[in-house]
């Protein structure tokens, strides 16, 4: 719905503008026209000498007469229509209070009459409480969906433990929803449905998004610290700049996702899938890369120095300026990569799958890395 809300603003934006240029440009025509012939009163008749010129009403004086009304008019439409979009704006704004006022006062009432945190589960309280949050999140904006979060946290009915939150929210629908700024940290979110969402800065620290599908998502400078990510799927999401403070992403699926300026501290990315993704400059020294694929990913100028790539698929990888310096390559498959420049000082590569001659001959070790200051 807020996709194709965006896309209506941005049709009347290109609509209005061309209007306004045909516009522009017309008024600019009749200019140019008023001043070639004296009728239209922009040019200056030329009269006989000691003659008056006789004083006919021009196309200026009429249109002297209708500026100041004509300019009143555009005013008043204009204040009408910015009062009109205020007094919407007013009337969501009330709305959603009043929708998060409604769900607090119904979840207090599942709290204390229906005794909802001692109620079994697939109790009619438990699923009537979690209808209610899954449908007040897709109504509401953000600060009021961190108010719900927040209380649910506050009246421990969710955890991060997979399968203990009293209300549920297991494979819950957010997609494409503005969700920037959320903060749904020690959230059990497993399976859920994040989609096309802008979660740019949010915080998922401590939650669980197991096989959570966050394809094509934004998380720039999102928080990730101690979340877990095993099995889910980031295809074209962009996560530069997010920090993963031990994140696990094992088995995660991130084809062809925008890391660039991301932070990893301690991960665990084992067999983690990142074809075609763009980690140019990332430092990943010293991490647990065994049994990643990074099929066709761009890692140029990437720190990968002493870190555990056995078993890891560098198939037609670009990693130009690559530091591997001690990197523990044994049963990499390097075929097709591209290690021009890189820095192999000390790597364990005698072992490495389809490395071949001409490879080595592209080595240039003596040429620094390219890294990008962190």
Known sequence: MQQKQHLWERRSFMITLCASVL???????????????????????????????????????????????????????????????TEVAISKDKQREDLLQAYLDRMSELLLREDLRHSKPNSEARNVARVR?????????TPRINHVLSFLRDAKLVTSRQGESIVSLCKADMQGLDLQGMNA??????????????????????ANLSNAKLDRATLVKARLNETDFSGATFVYANLSKAIFYRTCLSKAHLGYADLRGARFYTPDLCKAYFGDAKLDGVNLSKLDLSEAEFTGASLVGTNLSKANLSDTCFEVADLRGANLEEANLEKADLKGANLKGANLKGACIQHALNY???????????????????
């Open 23 to 85: 516009g522009l440009g017309l008024v600019a025509y009749l200019l140019f026209l008023g001043y070639q012939v004296t009728w239209t009163g922009f040019s200056v008749p030329v009269c006989p000498t000691n003659q008056q010129c006789p004083s006919l009403k021009t196309l200026w004086d009429w249109l002297q007469l209708l500026i100041v009304p004509l300019a009143l008019t555009g005013a008043g439409l204009w204040f009408s229509q910015v009062q009109k979009k």
């Open 133 to 141: 949050t899954l449908t007040i999140l897709r109504q509401l904006d």
């Open 185 to 206: 940290y020690n959230i059990d979110l497993s399976g859920a449905n994040l989609s096309h969402t802008n979660l740019d800065g949010a915080n998922f620290s401590g």
């Open 356 to 374: 071949t001659e001409r490879q080595q001959e592209k080595e240039k070790t003596l040429e620094p890395p390219l890294q990008q200051a962190l």
